[in-house]
């Protein structure tokens, strides 16, 4: 569960975040949705503790983000922007890093990288040095290692970026399977299509500012369009962001 | 605090696959013994090679001074015929000294008037600095001896023309003048310890940022301080093996080289010795260690870090060579600034001076605590946005 009140950010003169606000709650799949630029992973660094907010409060599972940094840390698996990976450790050796960092040890943080492992179809590939994998192999081994300490809160920054149509595919089922676990799932896309499939909940942003807020019937509601994407482009009153 | 414990485990499991950069670094280590073992071979054979061969003189006009030649002769020097020009032979370096006798020295001799003689040199070039200053010698000898001959015969004693005779009493031991060499151990040892640091350091910061892994390692659940220090900590035991390396072989080239033969001196470089020296560098590794970490987590890319770390080892390392040529005696001030404190303390126990164990505490404590202020900036920074926003 991941409530946000009144966010805001900004990058020297940039308002980078202004006053968002939203909840994210469990089982469910948010999606924050806006083009490139419009503040999505500024909200979701702020969310991961990365940044600090100037202003509005965010709590997960009821920890505050500023105040308890680390019992939120704890709740959440973050697929951050950045999602490098260490070339000369092995698949296995990257995910069991993170599990140790979070104080799993032993057979019972081998159990859970197995079961990952084979979640993720990647036993293949587990003992390889990450070095020379293709992207949506590190893309496996990155969700790998932010779930290796089974979080009840999965943030995903753009989790499709560059994967393939079979990849993406993969990932999107993978998600859905999150929400059956009854985990709450927060990501962020500027592809429409993929948000209108699957979220439960849409969070659009633009320029900072959350401009429309609810579920995909409320948003052809609010706007009068039969069609989301002609919502969404009334909604932020352009129509980048749109693509395939 | 266990945390700390998995990222210096990580770290060092990485660094130590990432072969190429802890053998670069391994390379530094060598440096020093190797460059300074070959100082000692050139130099010790240019001096035997002139100490014990007989000098080769070419001259010009022999036939003009035949008692001049029959001393040098004496004096065993070889007399060879001089080139056509021997101006031009000198400038070409083919010999390094001719001595030209003019046809009117002869007369002037037999007379009792002062005969000239030309020595032809380059007084620049190093190399026959030794030849020039022995026939110079010889020459002077040749005309004191014939002087005072002349003196002796006209009822004069040859002591009024030796108003001073000076005694000189040289106080130099042998082994004091190996010390230019072993002065120049220090900066050696300081820079190896940078060196063997400097690549690990680089890639847990710097590289980190730059794969794009530090983001989602510090959303993990721990301060983001012991990230910090888990990083600094895993460089250690790199520098540290790098001071060894160093040490052992400097160590081995004393041994290995017959340094007496070389260089007519002792230099003592036993293993009580080796053991101080190491203890004293400990604190310097940690000040290596803490100083790079925190310069490297400023810079965006490996590359970046790479042009800066060299000069970080360098500056610390530069008043060890300064000392190879304008001693400094060990005054408290010396012991204040880290680094250079510990480089005179190396020197000291070179050459079996006695040491005040105040100085070797002050210098430790003061670089230990000038490291622990680096830390906790590094501490400071991993804490703020900056890290990751750059």
């Not at chain 1, 979070?102 to 159990?111: K, S, V």
């Not at chain 1, 587990?126 to 943030?155: W, Y």
């Not at chain 2, 983001?215 to 301060?223: D, Q, R």
């Amino acid at each position: 569960m991941i409530q946000v009140q009144g966010l805001s950010k900004s990058f020297r003169k940039v308002k980078a975040v202004q006053n968002v606000s939203f909840s994210a709650p469990d089982g469910q799949i948010t999606g924050l949705l806006g083009p490139n630029g419009a503040g999505k992973s500024t909200t979701l660094r702020m969310l991961y503790t990365l940044l600090k907010p100037e202003s509005g409060s965010a709590q997960v599972d009821g920890f505050d983000i500023r105040e308890s940094p680390l019992e939120v840390q704890c709740r959440i698996g973050v697929l951050a922007d950045a999602r490098g990976l260490y070339p000369r450790l092995s698949s296995r050796e990257n995910i069991r890093y993170y599990g140790r960092l979070h104080g799993l040890e032993g057979e019972g943080l081998e159990r859970q990288i197995d079961s990952l492992l084979t979640l993720l179809d990647m036993q293949s590939i587990a003992d390889r040095r990450t070095e020379g994998f293709s992207t949506g192999e590190k893309l496996k081994v990155a969700i790998a290692r932010s779930l290796v300490h089974n979080p009840k809160n999965v943030l995903l920054d753009e989790p499709t970026n560059g994967l393939d149509v079979m990849s993406t595919r993969a990932m999107r089922q993978f998600i859905l399977r999150l929400r059956e676990e009854g985990k709450c799932v927060l990501f962020t896309s500027h592809i429409m299509q993929e948000v209108a499939a699957l979220c439960d909940q849409i969070v659009i942003i633009s320029h900072g500012e959350v401009s429309a807020h609810g579920s995909p019937n409320d948003l052809r509601k609010q706007t009068g369009q039969d069609n989301l994407e002609d919502a969404f482009v009334t909604v932020i009153g352009s129509e980048e962001g749109l693509e395939r | 605090m266990k945390k700390i414990l998995v990222i210096f485990q990580k770290e060092m499991v990485d660094n130590f696959r990432d072969y190429r950069s802890w053998i670069t670094g391994l390379f530094w280590a060598l440096f020093g013994p190797l460059l300074l073992g070959g100082l000692i071979m050139l130099i010790g054979n240019t001096v035997r090679d002139t100490l014990e061969e007989s000098l080769h003189l070419p001259v010009s006009g022999v036939e003009n001074a035949p008692s001049l030649i029959a001393f040098l002769e004496q004096q065993d020097v070889v007399i060879e015929a001089a080139p056509e020009d021997p101006e031009s032979a000198v400038i070409a370096g083919d010999i390094n000294v001719a001595l030209i006798i003019p046809p009117k020295y002869s007369e002037d001799f037999s007379t009792g008037k002062t005969a000239k003689l030309q020595l032809v040199f380059d007084s620049t070039r190093q190399s026959a600095i030794a030849d020039i200053n022995r026939v110079q010698d010889l020459l002077e000898g040749y005309s004191r001896y014939i002087g005072l001959l002349r003196l002796s015969l006209r009822g004069v004693s040859p002591e009024v023309i030796r108003v001073v005779q000076v005694e000189e009493l040289d106080t130099a031991t042998p082994q004091s003048q190996a010390l230019i060499f072993i002065s120049m151990l220090p900066y050696f040892i300081i820079f190896a310890i940078f060196n063997g640091a400097s690549p690990v350091i680089t890639d847990a910061t710097a590289g980190e940022r730059e794969r794009g892994s530090l983001e989602p390692l510090l959303i993990n659940p721990l301060p983001r301080g012991w990230v910090a220090i888990g990083k600094m900590l895993s460089a250690i035991p790199f520098a540290t093996f790098n001071l060894l390396i160093t040490l052992t072989g400097f160590a081995a080239i004393f041994r290995l080289l017959p340094v007496e033969d070389l260089l007519g001196i002792q230099i003592g470089f036993d293993f009580s010795t080796l053991m101080a020296i190491f203890l004293i560098c400990l604190p310097i590794v940690f000040l290596a260690c803490a100083i790079q970490t925190l310069i490297a987590s400023f810079t965006k890319t490996t590359k970046e870090a790479s042009t800066y770390l060299p000069f970080i080892g360098l500056i610390p390392s530069l008043p060890g060579l300064a000392l190879a040529f304008l001693p400094v005696k060990p005054a408290l001030w010396t012991m204040l600034i880290p680094t250079f404190g510990q480089q005179i303390l190396i020197n000291q126990f070179l050459r079996f001076e006695p040491i005040s164990s105040m100085n070797i505490v002050i210098s430790s404590v003061l670089t230990i605590f000038l490291s622990l202020v680096f830390t906790y900036i590094a501490i400071k920074l991993y804490e703020g946005e900056r890290i990751i926003t750059g």
